[in-house]
């Protein structure tokens, strides 16, 4: 969008063009991770005090904020930082709570369909903003990206009217001596009586569960998930699933998808980084099939290796096929670079994607599930950020050597699936959650 570059990009006097720094672009990008981060750390604790409903509300109310900052800006490339930053607190805050709610409301036969459905409102996000982005570059005037800034009140909208009709979650009312209130609440969500078998039969597992860890621990301040060995074990579980779903690299292409793309040659980058959006939600839809019909552990670790394999040969094009000079004198190896990139988003949309956001929330002990969660996701944005900031640079001088690094994650990946998780498929919360405390609750089984 040349008008966004020229209204708070840098002039090169040489050329007679705007640009960014690399500084600026890092910033600009990196900011709504800060701001994911902080609102991330935020939500587990108050989702722990006063529920999933009020800090979801809370988070849509930073996001319009950060909107209003990002659409009055004038001349200061400051200004959209940031307003990024702010919006990001509302992004990082709905982060949590939107995967913890749907895990602790869905029934089991399709929790993973449902959480799962998480990622591919991103990926629909993801695609929404390309095609957006595709139509307004042309556009001649502020327009080109004040729609695209001012179109997030919708979505803020869309949210707090849809917040009137969503109970609050049925275990946070359990564990807070409302039983009664969590039965009408699971009632009304599976559409049945409250005293239908198996809405009886969830409330004793809930009750069996609860007495188990009150016969082990008293009751879980907000600091728990560092002070409890096993809880411990299971945050730092937590922590490197969404760790690794960041490092799989699959963001390099959806941050800078654009500049990538435009090196090999391609007149028009916004149609790649459409296109790339369109793959992404395609193959989110599998993504959905297999979170609800096979192993979800396996299809973690045959999605980190197959990510891994499609990023060693988009690397290896990129760094010695690709005439990085002139790329239009090899114009095979930049579509062989469309095809791996997308290839590689075929495994990650239908793997690591939609399954790694319900796999980490079940890995949280219930007891301080919020809490736990908060702090994975709040290093899954330190990571974030730090890619987002350290990227240019890195490529600046490292060119596509810097794909190997993410292939060499995707290999850890596998190995931290196949040896660490336990199979959710089937099973209910409370099951999944006696399974880890089982494992990671003894002495001799890790930090």
Not at 59 to 78: D, E, K, P, T
Not at 118 to 136: E, V
Not at 194 to 208: D, F
Not at 270 to 299: D, E, H, M, W
Request: glycine share 10%; charged share 15%; proline share 3%.
């Amino acid at each position: 969008m040349e008008n966004f570059k020229s209204t708070f990009g840098t002039l090169d006097n040489e050329r007679g063009t705007y640009y960014f720094t690399t500084t600026q672009s890092g910033l600009i990008v990196g900011l709504l991770s800060i701001g994911n981060l902080i609102g991330s750390l935020a939500a587990g604790p108050l989702a722990d005090r006063v529920g999933r409903r009020i800090p979801t509300w809370l988070a849509c109310l930073s996001y319009a904020v950060g909107a209003v900052v990002q659409i009055s800006a004038q001349r200061h490339w400051y200004q959209i930082a940031l307003g990024r930053g702010i919006g990001g607190i509302g992004v990082g805050g709905l982060s949590v709570l939107a995967p913890l709610a749907s895990s602790e409301s869905s029934p089991t036969n399709v929790r993973g369909l449902i959480v799962s459905c998480y990622q591919m409102s991103i990926t629909l996000g993801i695609c929404l903003a390309s095609l957006i982005n595709l139509g307004t570059e042309q556009i001649d005037s502020t327009a080109s990206w004040r729609v695209v800034i001012g179109l997030d009140f919708l979505w803020v909208l869309l949210l707090t009217v849809g917040l009137i009709f969503v109970p609050e979650s049925p275990k946070y009312a359990f564990r807070n001596g409302k039983p009664e209130q969590a039965k009408s609440i699971m009632a009304t969500l599976l559409g049945v009586d409250q005293n239908h078998p198996g809405v009886v039969q969830e409330l004793k597992e809930m009750e069996a569960n609860l007495k188990a860890e009150q016969s082990q621990e008293s009751a879980a301040p907000w600091w728990e998930a560092f002070r409890s060995r096993e809880v411990r074990r299971r945050t730092l579980l937590a922590t490197g699933i969404l760790s690794f779903q960041q490092l799989t690299g699959a963001n390099f292409f959806f941050y800078y998808g654009t500049t990538v793309f435009d090196s090999t040659g391609i007149k028009n980058s916004y149609i790649t980084q459409a296109i790339l959006g369109v793959v992404n939600v395609v193959c989110t839809v599998p993504g959905l099939y297999f979170a609800q019909k096979y192993s979800r552990r396996l299809c973690l670790v045959l999605g980190a290796l197959w990510m891994a394999f499609f990023f060693i040969i988009y690397s290896t094009v990129g760094q010695f096929a690709l005439d990085r000079q002139d790329p239009q004198r090899t114009p095979g190896a930049g579509a062989a670079l469309i095809a791996f990139t997308a290839l590689f988003i075929a495994g990650f949309a239908s793997t690591w994607g939609p399954l790694s956001w319900g796999e980490a929330a079940l890995v949280c002990p219930a007891r301080c599930r919020a809490t736990s969660a908060s702090t994975a996701t709040a290093v899954y944005w330190m990571w974030s950020f730090l890619l987002a900031y350290f990227t240019p640079a890195i490529t600046a001088r490292i060119d596509y050597l810097y794909g190997y690094v993410f292939s060499a994650c995707c290999l850890a990946m596998s190995l931290m699936a196949h040896l660490t998780l336990i199979e959710s498929q089937g099973r209910t919360l409370e099951e999944i959650d006696t399974l880890y405390r089982e494992r990671y609750g003894k002495v001799n089984s890790g930090l």
